[in-house]
């Protein structure tokens, strides 16, 4: 049976989400086709009439990532008169260590960008340049806008590495991992406002 062209939309949108989710949950690496197809209801050979390679589907589940991020950041921004603090608050909270199938894209893929084709890292870099503006533009409020972009450039990879390491001891040292996060939130707001 042929399907049509809303089905197969809603199947290729099914595979990115069910990448995206299983990207951030166990890595590209740690993710195999026949789980990205599982995940999304549809078999392996649906899987390739839509994406030639992973590779090219972890490009697109990135900046679907990035993209539900960076709406969610804006969204926040248009509610209320955010600053800094907020940002670093929010991202660097339990609820967002706990959260890792939709959390951040840059902790979930930032270790793996370098092995992976082009695409992937363009999107990368595209969203980590969206969010630092996001961040930039807080900052702005602050302090001279030259300082800003370079505080945020500094900030942004900051608060990554401190997410990582809450993620990374949580499992074994859960007081440790809120004490990392606790300590990141005073010490980058400080770094912030310097």
């Not at 994406?51 to 990035?66: P, Y």
């Not at 996001?134 to 300082?147: N, R, T, Y």
Request: aromatic residues 6%; proline residues 2%.
């Amino acid at each position: 049976m042929k399907v049509t062209k809303e089905k197969a939309g809603q199947h290729r949108a099914a595979l990115v989400k069910a990448a995206s989710n299983l990207f951030q949950k166990r890595g590209i690496e740690g993710t195999g086709v026949a789980q990205i197809s599982a995940g999304a209801g549809l078999t392996q050979g649906a899987f390739y009439s839509h994406f030639r390679s992973k590779d090219l589907l972890a490009a697109e589940a990135c900046r679907q990532s990035f993209d539900g991020t960076i709406a969610a950041w804006r969204s926040i921004r248009d509610e209320q008169a955010i600053d800094i603090g907020t940002y670093i608050d929010r991202y660097l909270s339990q609820a967002h260590r706990d959260n890792i199938e939709t959390g951040c894209p840059m902790v979930a893929y930032g270790g793996e960008i370098e092995r992976h084709s082009g695409n992937l890292g363009r999107e990368f870099a595209r969203g980590f340049e969206d969010i630092v503006g996001l961040l930039e533009e807080a900052l702005s409020k602050e302090i001279e806008p030259v300082v800003a972009r370079e505080r945020a450039l500094a900030l942004m990879p900051a608060m990554i590495g401190v997410m990582m390491m809450a993620r990374a001891v949580k499992q074994s040292d859960r007081r440790l991992s809120d004490e990392i996060l606790a300590n990141g939130r005073r010490q980058l707001l400080k770094m912030a406002l310097a």
